[in-house]
Each structure stands twice: as structure tokens, then as C-alpha cells.
């Protein structure tokens, strides 16, 4: 089993939509969270951390689900420029060497 | 003025060959990354230098050397190169121990071997 999963869509989202998805990890000792975001043949960018008791940056909310290990990621009034592959990532420690999941590709259409 | 910059973008070279990727980061970060991304899209991370220290060093053929010659620089030298490892190798840096554990990525050096 992969220490991070995620589906990997893609998810086709009509613009002004919203969409959500997970990522379940394993390992229950992971202590930190974050969602980065890859464009296609570009590299990944910090979206956001994912805090215990779920945060909103914007359009975009993150949760967090330690009880069933799973973060989830919604986009509210999806913008064509959100199509992107999502990643998430869990480290065991802050600081500590980051394990990616495999992505989620969105694509926003007209 | 590129936070984290590697060279080459681009490196196509023929199996058994040596070849080397820099990375540099005008950051001022106490910790930097190389990560391979393959085929599948899969991120993994390789090594892990802190302060010139290999702090990280996943289950990488011994081909694969990083050198760190300052906090600032650490460069992969893969000897050997077989078809597999062709892939974009990125680079990161983050600064442990401060108030964001951000990595941030190089725009990645995409390696072909044939």
C-alpha cells in the first residue's frame, strides 16, 4: 500500500463549479499536511498547509480527518486557471522529509 | 531573481555515461532537496542535505552521489546512467526549523537517457 494515495481523476469541472477530493495516508505517526499544486511540466508550489481543525485560504478549503487518516481539498467557483495537478503531501515531523502522494488532476472547462 | 535555479533544464545523453545537475538557492535556506519525478508522476525524495550534512538518503543506486560544497549549492552526479533513470529531477530547499516548513522547488532538469 502507498504511504500517500490519491485518485488520480482527471476531474473535469465546469467553470464557476465546485470540486472536492481526498488523500488517505498510512503512516498515523504523519504530523504534517499540505496540498502543493504541479502544472503540467512545471514544478510543485506550496497551496497551502492543512491544519487540524481544517483552514480556508480563499477559494480553497482544506480539512483534515486523523481519526480515518484522510485531507481532502475543495475548490469553490472553480476558475479555469485552478487546472492543475494536485499533490498532497504528509510528513511525519515538521521539517522532516515530505512524502508526496501521486496527484489529482483537475480540469476546469469553459 | 529565481529562488532555487538548476542547470541544465534539459539533459539528453546516452547510457553509461556520467553526468552531473546543479542546483543553487539564493534563499538563504539551511536545507536542500534533490527528488526524482518519474513517468507515473510520483515525487520522491533521494537525499537531504542540512548545513552541508546528508541528513536524508532514501534507497538510491550508489550511482547517485550529491555534493553539497556550501548550504547554498548541492549537485547530483549520477554516473553509469541507465534508461531508467530518465525522469525530472527537481531540487528544493526549505529552511527547518523556522515558522514555514515551505519546500521550494527548482523548475526541474528533465534527464532522457537512450
Known amino acids: 500500500r502507498k504511504e500517500v494515495e490519491q485518485d488520480p481523476g482527471p476531474f473535469n469541472v465546469p467553470e464557476g463549479a465546485t470540486v472536492a477530493f481526498n488523500c488517505t495516508y498510512s503512516?498515523?505517526?504523519?504530523?504534517?499536511f499540505f496540498w502543493y499544486r504541479q502544472d503540467c511540466r512545471k514544478e510543485p508550489k506550496l497551496l497551502m498547509s492543512v491544519y487540524s481543525s481544517g483552514n480556508e485560504d480563499g477559494r480553497f478549503t482544506a480539512q483534515l480527518n486523523r481519526a480515518s487518516q484522510y485531507i481532502s481539498l475543495l475548490i469553490r467557483d472553480s476558475k479555469l486557471s485552478d487546472s492543475a495537478t494536485y499533490l498532497c503531501v504528509v510528513s511525519k515531523a515538521a521539517g522532516n522529509k515530505l512524502t508526496f502522494g501521486g496527484g489529482t488532476r483537475v480540469l476546469v472547462k469553459p | 531573481d529565481t529562488a532555487v535555479s538548476q542547470t541544465p533544464k534539459y539533459l539528453v545523453t546516452q547510457m553509461g555515461n556520467d553526468k552531473s545537475i546543479k542546483c543553487e538557492q539564493n534563499l538563504g535556506h539551511d536545507t536542500m532537496y534533490w527528488y526524482k519525478q518519474d513517468s507515473k508522476k510520483f515525487l520522491k525524495i533521494m537525499f537531504s542535505?542540512?548545513?552541508?550534512?546528508?541528513?536524508i538518503n532514501e534507497t538510491v543506486p550508489n550511482r547517485f552521489s550529491p555534493k553539497s560544497p556550501d548550504k547554498a549549492h548541492l549537485n547530483l552526479h549520477i554516473n553509469s546512467l541507465e534508461l531508467g533513470d530518465s525522469a525530472v529531477y527537481f531540487c528544493a530547499s526549505s529552511q527547518v526549523g523556522g515558522e514555514s516548513y515551505e519546500q521550494y522547488f527548482g523548475p526541474g532538469t528533465r534527464l532522457t537517457v537512450t
Open positions: 503512516n498515523s505517526a504523519s504530523q504534517s
Open positions: 542535505y542540512n548545513n552541508k550534512e546528508l541528513i
